[in-house]
């Protein structure tokens, strides 16, 4: 069954650090952007980070919000999407989710930090700062 699967959530304080994966299972060819959005409680679903790459380094997008703080990459050849948070701050808070397009779109059309543009979801993972 083809499926993201996120892993590497948890509770870390402030100032701390967490890596984010997620794997695109049995999908037959690699996406063309994945990213992460994240949800905290009673607030909507927001874009953190996207990524555009078939192959080599790619393209990418990051919030105001985390940009110098949270890096996104990703393994092409095993389709694997990373998300490194640094220096996390309790506003980090949420449900992190995995996010890919398989449909080509440009980079000049393409919004992404919009939800509704991308057409595969996992399930999400936690992470959680206290401060």
């Known amino acids: 069954q083809m499926q993201l699967l996120e892993s590497g959530g948890g509770s870390v304080q402030a100032g701390g650090s967490l890596r984010l994966s997620c794997t695109a299972s049995l999908y037959p060819y690699a996406p063309y952007y994945m990213g992460w959005f994240r949800q905290a409680p009673g607030k909507e679903r927001e874009g953190v980070a996207t990524?555009?790459?078939?192959?080599?380094?790619?393209?990418?997008f990051y919030s105001d919000s985390v940009k110098g703080r949270f890096t996104v990459s990703r393994d092409n050849a095993k389709h694997i999407l990373y998300l490194q948070m640094e220096n996390l701050k309790p506003e980090d808070t949420g449900m992190y989710y995995c996010?890919?397009?398989?449909?080509?779109?440009?980079?000049?059309?393409?919004?992404?930090?919009?939800?509704?543009?991308?057409?595969?979801w996992g399930q999400g993972t936690q992470v959680t700062v206290s401060s």
């Open positions: 990524i555009y790459s078939r192959s080599g380094a790619g393209v990418t």
């Open positions: 996010a890919a397009d398989f449909l080509y779109e440009s980079l000049n059309s393409f919004n992404w930090y919009e939800a509704g543009r991308y057409n595969s």
